[in-house]
């Protein structure tokens, strides 16, 4: 694992938390450069990548990119202060395999920041539940979202999060059966075919989200990133 933070604090701390769980860290990095350097020179399984770091504002970002453009083998969890859909719609571009993107704040749950890692590491995805929030609530011309009932769209905010039928089940105290037909009706609903895999499912959602039928946030409501 590498870890790249511009904050050497924040970096140790973090080192000394996953080290906890078992993971090893073979690089800490402060800068974007270091980040590229550092995973063409290892077999880094992931790594966990600040949004913003020298030399620019979003250089961690632009890093992430390189990573799942050239070194697929490495997995990438950014990790922001705020909540921002667009940095995220760049991150996951087409394939949403082996990628997440959370806030900051969820680094405080070491065990669910590790169960991000896990997931990401085989090849699914990880999106914070505060950005599928977000997205979910993106203002829209009327979409098939709207047909979505109260239910599913828990369960779509937590397909969206990478979470599996049997993970959703656990978080809403549902059987697998109940949350296997809210899946099939949601996929219904929004013209999609289901996928077995969770990075295939994200994707999916991910992608009816970004579509055409949704309109950008009014002009002053700028998010930072």
């Known amino acids: ?22 993971h090893r860290i073979v690089a800490q990095v ?3 450069p270091s980040l590229l350097a550092a995973v063409a020179q290892s077999e880094a399984d992931v ?31 950014v990790l922001s ?16 395999s082996g990628v997440g993107y ?15 890692i896990s997931r990401i590491v085989a090849g699914g995805s990880a999106v914070d539940p505060a950005v599928v929030a977000a997205w979910l609530g993106r203002p829209r011309m009327h979409s098939p979202l709207d047909e979505l009932t109260g239910r599913e769209r828990e ?22 059966k109940t949350v296997e037909s809210h899946v099939a009706s949601i996929f219904s609903k929004l013209g999609l075919e289901p996928a077995e895999s969770d990075h295939r499912r994200v994707l999916a959602v991910v992608t009816w989200l970004q579509s055409d039928q949704y309109r950008p946030p009014a002009a002053g409501r700028r998010q930072k990133g």
């Open 1 to 22: 694992m590498i870890l790249a933070d511009d904050s050497v604090l924040f970096r140790d701390l973090l080192a000394s938390a996953l080290e906890g769980r078992g």
């Open 30 to 32: 402060g800068d974007a």
């Open 47 to 77: 790594a966990l990548v600040d949004i913003r770091m020298p030399p620019g504002s979003t250089s961690g970002l632009d890093a992430g990119l390189e990573i799942r453009r050239r070194w697929r083998r490495t997995a990438v969890l």
């Open 81 to 96: 202060q705020y909540v921002e859909t667009i940095h995220v719609a760049s991150l996951l571009g087409d394939d949403a």
């Open 102 to 116: 959370l806030l900051k704040d969820r680094v405080a749950n070491v065990a669910e920041l590790d169960a991000a």
């Open 155 to 176: 369960v779509l905010s937590l397909m969206a999060e990478g979470r599996s039928n049997s993970a959703t089940a656990d978080a809403l105290g549902l059987t697998i």
